[in-house]
C-alpha cells in the first residue's frame, strides 16, 4: 500500500476501518431495521468532528469546506444486511478476525465497502480547493430496493453530479450495471377433474407458454452487459392429484441490459406469452458510464479493470451518473461465513483514494 498524504496514516485508516466494521458486523441490521447501525456510524462521525445529517436511517455528511457553488462527488453504500442463510456455522453477528479475514453477515456485503468509504471521506474531509464538494452516504434498505434508503435522501443532498457506489467489486470499475425487472404470471385454464381429457389444462399451457419466452432472444445485445437474462425462478400450481387447476402462476427474474429499458423489457415479454403478466416495479432500470469518464480514465490509469455487472445495486435509483466500484467478492455476497480479507480492505481506502485524488 502506497503512503497516502493525510492527517491519518495509512496504519491509522486500516484500523479505524476494521473497527469500525466490528462494530457493524456485531449489529442485526435487516433491510428496514437498521436504526442501530445508523446510530453507530453516527458515533463514527461524532467521534471524529464531523457534523452528520440523518434522514430516517440515512447517514450523511459533506465536507468541512464545502462550498455550494460547486458539484458534488458522492460517496455511497449501504449498512443493511440481507437475513443469514441456515448454512451458517459461525455466529453471523460476532466479528472474527482469523487467517488475515474478517468473518461476519455483511463483511463483504457491503461493510468492507462502506468502512473504506468512510475513512476515505476522513482523508479528504479538511482539504481544501477541491475541484468538487465529496459528499458521503450511508444508507437504508439496499438489499430490498426499500423506498426509504438512498431514493429517499437524494432529494436532501447537494447538487450531486456523480456518484460512487460501494458494493463488492475487487476495486475494479463495474462500468454498467444490468436492471432488475421481476415479472409475476397467470396462465388461466378450465378445472376438471384430472380422470378426464381435458385440452385446456392451466399448467400444460403454461409449461408452453414458459419453455417460450425462457428460448426467446431479445434482438439487441449489450456491448458491456452480453443478452437480456430471463430466469424462472417460481412456479405453483394445484392443491391435490385428482384436480387440475384453473391458473397456474409463476415468476420471472429478469436482468435487463442497457439497451433496454425495463418498460420495453416488459413489453416484449408480454407481446410473446399469451399468460397475464404483471410487473412489481419498472424502476430498477439498468445504468452504464462512458469509458472517457474522468473516474473510468482515473482507474485505468493505475491499473483497473472495466466489466458489466450482473447484479443490481442502488445504482438503478441513482438519478445520475454513477460507477460500482468497492472491496470484496460478489460471489461472497449473502453466502454462508462470509468474510472480508483485511487487505482487501487495506486496498480499498488506497485505491479510492489514489482514484479521487485524480478527479477531485
Excluded at 9 to 37: G, M, R
Excluded at 40 to 48: D, G, L, P, R
Excluded at 186 to 209: L, Q, R, Y
Amino acid at each position: 500500500m502506497e503512503e497516502l498524504k493525510s492527517v491519518y496514516s495509512k496504519e491509522e485508516l486500516l484500523t479505524q476501518a476494521v473497527e469500525l466494521l466490528k462494530k457493524l458486523i456485531a449489529i442485526p441490521s435487516f433491510s428496514k431495521d437498521e436504526y442501530n447501525t445508523s446510530v453507530e456510524i453516527e458515533n463514527f462521525f461524532k467521534k471524529h468532528h464531523i457534523p452528520a445529517k440523518r434522514f430516517k436511517n440515512n447517514i450523511w455528511a459533506v465536507n468541512k469546506n464545502f462550498d455550494a457553488s460547486k458539484p458534488s462527488v458522492l460517496l455511497n453504500t449501504h449498512h443493511d444486511t440481507v437475513k443469514p442463510n441456515k448454512a451458517y456455522t459461525i455466529d453471523p453477528f460476532l466479528p472474527v478476525e482469523q487467517d488475515r479475514k474478517l468473518y461476519g453477515l455483511g463483511s463483504n456485503d457491503a461493510g468492507a465497502s462502506l468502512v473504506s468509504m468512510a475513512q476515505v471521506f476522513l482523508h479528504f474531509y479538511e482539504k481544501e480547493d477541491l475541484k468538487y464538494n465529496l459528499v458521503i452516504a450511508l444508507t437504508a434498505e439496499e438489499e430490498i430496493s426499500g423506498f426509504d434508503g438512498i431514493e429517499a435522501l437524494f432529494p436532501q443532498l447537494p447538487n450531486i453530479e456523480f456518484a460512487i457506489v460501494g458494493e463488492p467489486t475487487q476495486m475494479n470499475l463495474a462500468i454498467a450495471e444490468k436492471g432488475l425487472l421481476v415479472i409475476d404470471g397467470e396462465m388461466k385454464g378450465t378445472p376438471s377433474h384430472a380422470a378426464h381429457p381435458n385440452d385446456d389444462n392451466s399448467i400444460v399451457k403454461c409449461m408452453e407458454d414458459l419453455h417460450n419466452i425462457l428460448n426467446f432472444r431479445f434482438p439487441k445485445i449489450s456491448d458491456y452487459l452480453g443478452e437480456v437474462k430471463v430466469t424462472l425462478s417460481g412456479i405453483h400450481a394445484g392443491v391435490q392429484h385428482n384436480v387440475v387447476p384453473e391458473a397456474c402462476t409463476f415468476t420471472l427474474d429478469v436482468r435487463v441490459t442497457d439497451e433496454y429499458s425495463n418498460k420495453e423489457a416488459f413489453e416484449i415479454i408480454q407481446s410473446q406469452m399469451k399468460s397475464s403478466l404483471k410487473a412489481r416495479s419498472l424502476r430498477l432500470n439498468s445504468s452504464k458510464i462512458e469509458m472517457d469518464h474522468p473516474f473510468v480514465q482515473a482507474g485505468l490509469e493505475i491499473g483497473r479493470t472495466t466489466y458489466g455487472s450482473p447484479t443490481s445495486s442502488d445504482q438503478a435509483i441513482i438519478p445520475c451518473t454513477s460507477v460500482k466500484i468497492g472491496p470484496g467478492d460478489s460471489r461472497r455476497s449473502h453466502t454462508a461465513d462470509e468474510y472480508i480479507y483485511i487487505k482487501e480492505i487495506e486496498e480499498g481506502i488506497e485505491i479510492y483514494i489514489r482514484i479521487l485524488e485524480k478527479v477531485l
